[in-house]
C-alpha cells in the first residue's frame, strides 16, 4: 500500500473516534427542531401560488409520498447531528424513486440516480441515511412489520458497505467507468420475478420522445404537431412566457459540447407547455419544448426544469456555482455513470435558473408499492450499490471504505436511524393531514 493510501485508510479509521459508526444510528429530534410545516411553506413562497396546493396534496396522500416532498425537513433534521467530515458529491435526495434505469447515449440501460436538484458536497452518510428511511418508510406503508423494514433497510446499507470497499481496491479509471446495466441485474432477479422485471425493461425502452409525442400531443388538420393541454397539469402558455422558453432556447444551446449543438441545430422549435412533476418539485417552473427534426415522426421533447437553492445549502459550505442549474448539471454528470447528451443549463425570465434535459429518454422507475419484502430489500440493495458507485467517483472512497470496514456495525446503525426517522416521518405527515383537513393548508388531491 503506498503512502497515500495508507493515510486514506488511517483518516478513514481515525474518523471513527469522532464519530462511532454506531452513533450514525441515533437520531433524537431535538426542543428546538424546526417546525417542518414551517420549513415546507417557506419553500412555497418561491413556488407557483397555484401550484402548492398540488403539492400538498400529493404529500398527503402517504408518509412515502411526505417523505419524497420533504427533503429540505429531513436536510434540517441530519445537520444538527455529528458528521465524518467524509465528503463526496451528494444527491440530496437519494430515496428509493429517485433511481432507476435510463438510456446512455450508446443506448444500453443503465440502472443508477435519476434525481439532482439538490446535489452538493456533503458528509456520504446523509445519501446513505435519506435511501434507509426511505427503504423503511416504503416497507411500512406496503403494510410490512418493522422486522422486515429493518432487514431491507439494513440491506441497503451492507450493499453501499460492500460496494465502496470493492471501488476502494480498483484504480481511478475502472471506478470512472464502472456502470450497473440491466445485464448485470438480470442474474439477480429471481426466476419467479423474472417476467415482471423483463417486463419493466421493456416499457423503459418505449419512454421515448416518440412515445412522448404519441401521448402528449396530436396532429392538426395541416399535419403540424400540437401540445395537448391537460390543466393544471399541463398548461398553455401566454405569448410572453412562451417567447421567453423559445428566446432561452439559444441561450442553453451554448452550454452544450459542440457536437450537440449540431444534433440541436437539426432540430426546429415547435411548441411549449407548462407541466407538473414529480412531488417535492410541484410548483417549481417547469416547461416541455417540443422540437421537430425530418418529419413529425422526428421528435425531440425537452424538459426545463427550474432548479432553485439545493435544501441541503444552508447546512454545507455554499455551492461552487452561483447558477444552480450549472450546480444540477455538474453533479448530475459527476454521479451518473452515463449522462443525458441534452443536459445543460440557461437563465430564465426574472433571473431564474433553469436545466434542461430529454423529457424521456428510455427512463423507468421500479413500483415499490407492491414490493414485497424480498424484493423489497433485493432493491434495496441494487439503490445501495449504485449509491456506493456515484459516491466513489466523486469523494473519498478509500476513507469511506476504512471508516466502514468489514463488520455490520454501520449496517446495523443505518437500520436503526431507519426505523427512528420512518418514526418521525409517520408523526410528520400525521401533522401534514390534520393540517390540511382543518383548512390551515390547502391541498389538491387527486391530481
Not at 464519530?19 to 412555497?44: C, F, H, K
Not at 484504480?171 to 419493466?200: C, H, M, N, S
Not at 425530418?294 to 455554499?318: G, M
Not at 421500479?366 to 449509491?387: F, H, K, N, Q, T
Request: hydrophobic share 40%.
Amino acid at each position: 500500500m503506498t503512502p497515500d493510501l495508507a493515510e486514506q485508510v488511517r483518516r478513514g479509521r481515525s474518523v471513527r473516534k469522532q464519530v462511532p459508526r454506531s452513533s450514525l444510528g441515533s437520531w433524537i429530534p431535538g426542543a428546538d427542531r424546526p417546525d417542518p410545516l414551517d420549513i415546507l411553506e417557506e419553500q412555497a413562497r418561491s413556488r407557483v401560488p397555484e401550484l402548492v396546493p398540488i403539492r400538498y396534496g400529493r404529500m398527503a396522500a402517504s408518509p412515502f409520498a411526505y417523505l419524497r416532498g420533504a427533503p429540505a425537513v429531513m436536510a434540517a433534521d441530519l445537520a444538527p447531528q455529528p458528521t465524518t467530515g467524509l465528503t463526496v458529491q451528494l444527491c440530496g435526495d437519494a430515496h428509493l424513486l429517485n433511481f432507476g434505469v435510463f438510456a446512455s447515449p450508446e443506448r444500453t440501460l443503465l440502472f443508477d440516480l435519476n434525481d439532482f436538484d439538490e446535489t452538493l458536497p456533503g458528509p456520504f452518510e446523509w445519501d446513505v441515511q435519506r435511501l434507509a428511511a426511505s427503504v423503511a418508510v416504503a416497507a411500512r406503508d406496503n403494510g410490512q412489520p418493522d422486522e422486515k423494514a429493518r432487514r431491507a433497510a439494513q440491506a441497503a446499507a451492507e450493499s453501499y458497505r460492500t460496494t465502496m470497499a470493492r471501488l476502494a481496491g480498483l484504480g481511478e479509471l475502472d471506478v470512472w467507468y464502472e456502470r450497473i446495466t440491466t445485464d448485470d441485474i438480470a442474474p439477480l432477479v429471481r426466476k419467479l420475478r423474472r417476467e415482471r422485471f423483463e417486463a419493466q425493461v421493456a416499457k423503459a425502452r418505449r419512454r421515448t420522445s416518440l412515445q412522448a409525442v404519441a401521448k402528449l400531443t396530436e396532429l392538426t388538420g395541416e399535419g403540424r404537431r400540437h401540445i395537448v393541454h391537460d390543466p393544471p397539469l399541463l398548461e398553455a402558455l401566454d405569448l410572453p412566457e412562451a417567447a421567453e422558453v423559445r428566446k432561452i432556447l439559444g441561450a442553453y444551446r451554448g452550454t452544450l459540447p459542440e457536437d450537440r449543438r449540431v444534433l440541436l441545430d437539426r432540430f426546429r422549435f415547435t411548441e411549449a407547455a407548462r407541466k407538473v412533476v414529480g412531488v417535492g418539485s410541484v410548483g417549481t417552473r417547469c416547461y416541455v419544448a417540443l422540437l421537430t427534426g425530418r418529419d413529425t415522426d422526428d421528435p425531440l421533447f425537452l424538459q426545463i426544469k427550474e432548479a432553485q437553492r439545493s435544501v441541503l445549502e444552508p447546512h454545507l459550505p455554499r455551492s461552487a456555482y452561483r447558477h444552480q442549474g450549472q450546480r444540477v448539471v455538474a453533479g448530475q454528470r459527476l454521479l451518473q455513470a452515463a449522462s443525458d447528451i441534452f443536459l445543460g443549463w440557461v437563465s430564465g425570465p426574472q433571473g431564474r435558473h433553469f436545466y434542461w434535459r430529454q423529457l424521456r429518454d428510455m427512463k423507468g422507475t421500479a413500483e415499490i408499492g407492491d414490493m414485497s419484502p424480498s424484493v423489497l430489500r433485493d432493491y434495496a440493495g441494487l439503490c445501495g450499490r449504485a449509491l456506493a458507485r456515484a459516491h466513489a467517483r466523486s469523494g473519498e472512497r478509500v476513507a469511506i471504505a476504512a471508516y466502514l470496514g468489514g463488520s455490520d456495525r454501520f449496517d446495523r446503525a443505518m437500520a436503526d436511524f431507519a426505523l427512528a426517522y420512518a418514526d418521525r416521518t409517520a408523526a410528520d405527515h400525521t401533522d401534514l393531514r390534520a393540517a390540511v383537513d382543518s383548512g390551515a393548508i390547502k391541498a389538491t388531491t387527486g391530481v
